[in-house]
Nanobody, 128 residues
Framework: QLQLVESGGGLVQPGGSLRLSCAAS????????IGWFRQAPGKEREGVSC????????YYTDSVKGRFTASRDNAKNTVYLQMNSLKPEDTAVYYC?????????????????????WGKGTLVIVSS
């Protein structure tokens, strides 16, 4: 059974850090581009970071550049999102999603359409 399971969310103070994980089971991530998306209450879904399946090209939305780092460990079939210097506006449900092949990762994040599979999300709350 194909699954993507996010973990690592929680409550953190402004300026703090969290590392999200997205573990895949039932398939291997090698052939998939991977995206991290988030949706805050009352807002549209936003692409946070997307990583290519092949050459490691990574896209970040402007609001997280320099603070978030996405990575993938194909041996562990897991992807990560290291989030530092967190701000209240980072509060959202964070989702990972996969898209088979070698899509343009910027377009993948900006559009967020046509993903092959989505995880169920993990909640991040940044608050004092």
């Amino acid at each position: 059974q194909l699954q993507l399971v996010e973990s690592g969310g929680g409550l953190v103070q402004p300026g703090g850090s969290l590392r999200l994980s997205c573990a895949a089971s039932g398939f291997t991530l090698d052939d998939y581009a991977i995206g991290w998306f988030r949706q805050a209450p009352g807002k549209e879904r936003e692409g946070v970071s997307c990583i290519s399946s092949s050459d490691g090209t990574t896209y970040y939305t402007d609001s997280v550049k320099g603070r978030f780092t996405a990575s993938r460990d194909n041996a562990k079939n897991t992807v990560y999102l290291q989030m530092n210097s967190l701000k209240p506006e980072d509060t959202a449900v964070y989702y990972c999603a996969i898209l088979r092949g070698s899509p343009n990762v910027e377009a993948m994040c900006l559009l967020g359409d046509g993903m092959d599979y989505w995880g169920k999300g993990t909640l991040v709350i940044v608050s004092s």
